[in-house]
């Protein structure tokens, strides 16, 4: 169906998106199971961040035990924010998830937004972030390539999985749930290894008294977050593939609940091992400290099989990001605010692949101009918790505007969970802008340039709407 032929809801705003179910998910069949979408939401959070971020955390803070609770505090929020979304997707359970969400709630300007957004910036910065974490942390480890090497390679993981993608949802779930399994059963063992094998010490945990590198301990906890959050970053993805999930009411909130606290449980254990098992000045000054632990453990071996678990696991995050986001550019084609040719679903795969290819190019360009892991995924995540808080908000706007819809899942606690998160991603966000005048980094303005440039484009993709 052309992105002409849709409907208004109704509702005086006169937007294309569908009520329920509708247009964008007639096109898209309903392949995903609980499983699927459970892998979905733990392939996309665990990755690189556990394994790269974590000496960083480590040099923002002078105690391990705040290290730790870093970890802790950014999963309770992360948790809340699946609360938040698992409400919203369930009662619209289609292909594009916040996007559509934000239209229905704010209008389709912030939906739109968060669209170029993705595009312009998050969803493809993950993916080219990634991709050079791969090359730079994981095999540059055991690999010793060129600059302009690495950037081809890493380009040429966004191309393979961007084809799997293109050819079959089915498919490229399959890879999810065998990569997803294969990681979480590696930090199992890096835990085990850390707790039982490494002979650390408790002593690891104490204070070194070193002044964090902020002008105060909340600026530097904040901070330190942000770092945390990349790692647990992706819980999102699910609720773009909504469209495609089968029974969602009740497997998406499923999916985000169980999928988050899994992962937040996990990643609290692993960091601790890291701590008791390495002194903190060891932490803080490898590139990788799970590799450093598994040498401890298993020697040589030990540190290339950790190797292949950071490559097998980043691979996983790769390739739910490569799936999840072009849902988000096929329903607003659909909507009529982006180019009907990204509405497209190729006649035999069933997938949106003009969506997928278009985000393929996008993501080869970040990867040519930032390069590097932390480039990249610096310039990803504070944008990310902007649209977060307002997923939460969207929750509040709707259970005001619309108290009588059915809501087949409910946000315990509210409305304290959803405004805790907000609070929460509104310091984060703030914190960081902040943090990045102060100290002259041009990587989150750069972002916010990238952001900005859809205000833009709105205003010719809303004429061609209304046309």
């Given at each position: ?13 006169g937007?294309?998106?569908?009520a ?13 199971g ?10 996309s ?58 239209d ?58 961007s ?94 609940l ?14 601790t ?34 190797t ?21 550019f ?70 005001r ?67």
């Open positions: 169906m052309a992105s002409g032929d849709h409907q208004p809801r109704g509702d005086g705003r937007s294309a998106t569908p329920n179910g509708g247009p964008h998910d007639d096109a898209l069949p309903r392949r995903l609980a499983f699927d979408a459970t892998t979905i939401v733990v392939g959070m665990i990755g690189s961040g556990v394994f790269l971020k974590a000496s960083k955390i480590a040099v923002r803070l002078p105690d391990p035990r705040l290290v730790v609770l870093v970890w802790a505090v950014s999963g309770v929020l992360t948790f809340f924010g699946a609360l938040s979304i698992a409400e919203l997707g369930a009662m619209r359970p289609r292909s594009g998830g916040l996007y559509a969400l934000l229905e709630a704010f209008g389709p300007f912030v939906a739109f937004s968060f669209g170029w957004s993705l595009l312009a910036i998050l969803q493809t910065g993950s993916i080219a972030g990634i991709a050079a974490g791969i090359v730079e942390r994981a095999l540059g480890a055991e690999l010793a390539l060129s600059e302009r090497a690495s950037t081809l390679a890493a380009g040429a993981l966004v191309v393979i999985f084809a799997v993608n293109v050819v079959s949802v089915r498919v490229a779930a399959g890879v999810q749930n065998v990569l997803t399994v294969a990681k979480f059963l590696g930090l199992l063992a890096l835990m085990f290894g850390g707790f039982a094998l490494a002979h650390g010490s408790a002593e690891n945990l104490a204070p070194t008294g070193a002044a964090p590198g902020a002008p105060s301990w909340t600026s530097a906890f904040g901070l330190a977050m942000v770092s945390s959050l990349w790692a647990y970053d992706g819980w999102i993805n699910v609720s773009f593939v909504a469209g495609e999930v089968n029974d969602p009411q009740r497997n998406l909130p499923r999916a985000l169980f999928g988050t606290a899994l992962v937040t449980a996990l990643y609290v254990l692993v960091n091992a890291y701590h008791v098992a390495l002194p903190l000045d060891i932490v803080r000054a490898a590139k990788n400290p799970s590799r450093e632990l598994a040498l401890r453990f298993l020697g040589p071996g030990g540190a290339l099989a950790m292949v678990l950071v490559t097998v696991s980043s691979l996983g995050t790769l390739n739910s990001s490569v799936l999840s986001a072009p849902r988000v096929y329903a607003m084609a659909r909507d009529g605010l982006f180019f009907a040719p990204v509405g497209r679903v190729h006649e035999r795969f069933r997938t949106p692949h003009v969506a997928i290819v278009l985000q393929c190019a996008v993501a080869l360009v970040l990867l040519s101009r930032w390069k590097t892991f932390d480039a990249l995924t610096d310039n990803v995540v504070f944008v990310f918790w902007i649209y977060y808080g307002l997923g939460a908000a969207a929750v509040l706007v709707l259970r505007r619309r108290p009588e819809e059915p809501r087949p899942f409910r946000v315990p606690g509210y409305p304290f969970v959803p405004l805790i998160f907000l609070a929460g991603a509104l310091f984060l966000t703030m914190n960081t802008l902040v943090d990045s005048i102060r100290t002259g980094q041009r990587s989150a303005l750069e972002a916010l340039g990238l952001f900005a440039t859809g205000a833009l484009l709105y205003p010719l993709f809303a004429r061609s709407r209304r046309r």
